[in-house]
């Protein structure tokens, strides 16, 4: 079983957290955007083969989400940290 670090609880195991999917980011204008801009956000993903960055939640423990760099080929989360924190610096399961 895969061990994921939560940026307050340490290491778990993964069976006490859930993926939110990957992270986007919401369009700058909400109010202005079109119609496109909505659809695209709200519905497309890039599906990236490999890592990216997805939110998680640990659900059965402190209920905190954070971010996670996960490789989508292996399913290895590589890096977690918390959501206002804009590098991978600091926590990770490496290895």
Known sequence: MQQIDCPWCGKRNETE???????????????????????????FRTNTKGVHTEVWRHTFGCRQWFKAERNTLTHQVVNTRKLSEETGEGHGDHG
Do not use: M, N
């Open 17 to 43: 957290f859930s993926c939110g999917g990957e992270l986007i980011s919401r369009p700058q204008d909400a109010l202005g955007a079109d119609d496109k801009a909505w659809t695209d956000y709200l519905y």
